[in-house]
């Protein structure tokens, strides 16, 4: 059994993970790796030092902490060199101002309950729950496993946000405790996928075909993002496929298609990460690419509609 796993924020209080109030615990480590992803603290499966330079006060903590000298202070000017730091965390142990933070932090599932169970009657109130997002919950599926079990024992709500980008019997071992499963579907051309997220569709076509054989509802989402798949052919190929998926479902037994209890959310491309990416040294691809106008959103939206697709925009 994986004892622990690594966690880079678990956020009280989300409305945007899935019904009513909940709860979303974020792991690190990605199997893909989307050149405009809104979440880049979760993109490697190992701790990292997020450097916020605007905070220093020049106190000069972290060079002396630090044993292998990644932080120095020469005449008034600061210095870190990722090259030489080893993600130890000391520095940011003592740093005051704020100006470094240790991003993912080694949980236990119990750990990971007391958080949880801090919020229930924020859970009944308003029939929510917990939301495993990530990066990539469902690599460490023996952890959230547990997690999840726990979590049914105690009735709450369980929700998977997942990229679907692995072999199904690590989806398909969590979905007796899931309650609703969240699955990006980003584009259907294997070429092109593999060209923005570093890996082919196929893993995920076959596992979202898989899932809609479960009885488990599912929201199917599309972030919608500039040269990715904005143009009415792109986003009208995923329609088809969601289209297909609610087909299959109902041939087994299902009387329309409001009873296959599968939806398709699209997410519109945004830029609030860019800070992100620039204190934790990684490169924002996305830098030049202009959100969709809400204009282009509910556009895309009809198209969904007119093949009677459950729809929202976010």
Not at 21 to 46: D, M, Q
Not at 119 to 143: H, M, Q, R, W
Not at 165 to 178: A, E, V
């Amino acid at each position: 059994m994986s004892s622990t796993a690594l966690i880079f924020h678990i956020q009280r209080f989300s409305i945007h993970d899935g019904p009513g109030i909940r709860t979303t615990v974020f792991f690190k480590g990605c199997s893909l790796s989307c050149f405009w992803c809104h979440n880049p603290e979760g993109r490697h499966a190992y701790s990292e030092i997020q450097f916020v330079a605007s905070n220093c006060i020049g106190c000069g903590e972290c060079v002396y902490v630090c044993e292998h000298h990644a932080h120095q202070l020469k005449d008034g000017e600061r210095f870190y060199s990722r090259a030489l730091c080893v993600n130890c965390g000391k520095c940011a142990q003592n740093c005051f101002s704020g100006t470094l933070e240790l991003i993912g932090k080694r949980m236990t599932v119990k750990q990971v309950m007391d958080e949880i169970l801090r919020d229930s009657a924020f859970y009944e109130s308003s029939n929510g729950g917990i939301t495993l997002s990530g990066g990539e919950p469902c690599l460490k599926s023996v952890f959230i496993r547990t997690l999840l079990e726990q979590c049914k024992q105690q009735n709450i709500h369980t929700a998977l946000e997942t990229c679907g980008n692995y072999k199904w019997d690590k989806l398909n071992s969590l979905l007796p405790f899931t309650d609703l499963v969240m699955m990006d579907i980003k584009l259907m051309n294997p070429d092109k996928h593999k060209q923005v997220t570093g890996d082919s569709n196929k893993r995920i076509i076959t596992n979202a075909r898989q899932l809609v054989l479960t009885d488990k509802p599912i929201i199917f989402r599309t972030p919608i993002v500039p040269t990715v798949n904005d143009t009415i052919e792109e986003f009208s190929e995923i329609v088809d496929f969601i289209e297909e998926l609610i087909e299959l479902r109902l041939k087994r037994g299902k009387a329309s298609t409001n009873d296959a209890n599968i939806q398709l959310e699209l997410l519109p491309f945004h830029q609030l990460a860019s800070d992100k990416y620039k204190h934790l040294g990684q490169d924002y691809k996305a830098a030049q690419l202009i959100p969709p106008a809400s204009e282009k959103m509910h556009e895309l939206a009809e198209i969904a509609k007119k093949h009677a697709i459950d729809v929202k925009v976010r």
